[in-house]
C-alpha cells in the first residue's frame, strides 16, 4: 500500500527555521516525483516545489524560490521542507504528494500526505 | 504565474448533474493535455478526481467526467450525492515548467 506520512504539528516562533518531514512507503522511492503542496487558513492550494529523489533534481514555483528548501534522503525514503527564517504568514498546512512524471503523461498527484500544520506566532 | 480561475461555488439537488469549469490560459491548460482535479473535504487532504483531463483513477465514481475545450477543462459530477459536497481544485503543468492550481470550487448539495 502506497503512503506517505508526514511529520506532526509545529507551533514555532518568527525567525526560528523548521524542517518537516515526508516520509513515502510501499512504492519506490527513488522513481517518483515529491511534490509540496501550501494551504494556508481557509484558502486554496498553492504548488510549491518538487523534488526528484533519485537525482535530487529540484524545481521551484517563483513563489517560493528561496523562500524554502526542498530535499530528500532517499536512503529512508524521506522528503524534506525547510525554512530558515519562518514569518507569521508561513502559517498554512503543508501537503507533500507524489508525482509520477513531471510534465508529461503521468503527470498527476496521486497520493498525497495526511499534511503537516505549522504554526509561526509570536 | 495566476491561479487558473473556478467559479467560487456551484450547487445542486441530488440526482442532479453540475459542471465546474477551469479556466487558464494557452501557456498551460490550452498547451498540455495535463489537468487533473482534486476532492478536498473539510480537514482532509486532497483526493485525485480526474488525471490528464478525462481518465479515472481506479476507485472513483463513474459519476466523474472531465474534458477540455481550448484554455478550459471543465469537471461534470453526475447523480450529485450527498458525499459530493467538498471543494474541487483543477491543476495543470505550464510552459514555464511549473504547476498552477485553480482557484477551488464549493459544491454544495442542495
Known amino acids: 500500500e502506497v503512503q506517505l506520512v508526514q511529520s506532526g504539528a509545529e507551533v514555532k516562533k518568527p525567525g526560528e527555521s523548521l524542517k518537516i518531514s515526508c516520509k513515502g512507503s510501499g512504492y519506490s522511492f527513488t522513481t517518483y516525483w515529491i511534490g509540496w503542496v501550501r494551504q494556508m487558513p481557509g484558502k486554496g492550494l498553492e504548488w510549491m516545489g518538487i523534488i526528484y529523489p533519485g537525482d535530487s533534481d529540484t524545481r521551484y514555483s517563483p513563489s517560493f524560490q528561496g523562500q524554502v528548501t526542498i530535499s530528500a534522503d532517499k536512503s529512508i525514503s524521506t522528503a524534506y521542507l525547510q525554512w530558515s527564517s519562518l514569518k507569521a504568514s508561513d502559517t498554512a498546512m503543508y501537503y507533500c504528494a507524489r508525482r509520477p512524471t513531471f510534465g508529461s503523461k503521468g503527470d498527476y498527484l496521486d497520493y498525497w500526505g495526511q499534511g503537516t500544520l505549522v504554526t509561526v506566532s509570536s | 504565474q495566476s491561479a487558473l480561475t473556478q467559479p467560487a461555488s456551484v450547487s445542486g439537488s441530488p440526482g442532479q448533474s453540475i459542471t465546474i469549469s477551469c479556466t487558464g490560459t494557452s501557456s498551460d491548460v490550452g498547451s498540455y493535455n495535463l489537468v487533473s482535479w482534486y476532492q478536498q473535504h473539510p480537514g482532509k487532504a486532497p483526493k485525485l478526481m480526474i488525471y490528464?483531463?478525462?481518465n479515472r483513477p481506479s476507485g472513483v465514481s463513474n459519476r466523474f467526467s472531465g474534458s477540455k475545450s481550448g484554455n478550459t477543462a471543465s469537471l461534470t459530477i453526475s447523480g450529485l450525492q450527498a458525499e459530493d459536497e467538498a471543494d474541487y481544485y483543477c491543476?495543470?503543468?505550464?510552459?514555464?515548467?511549473?504547476?498552477?492550481f485553480g482557484t477551488g470550487t464549493k459544491v454544495t448539495v442542495l
Open positions: 490528464e483531463g478525462s
Open positions: 491543476r495543470s503543468y505550464t510552459s514555464s515548467s511549473t504547476d498552477v
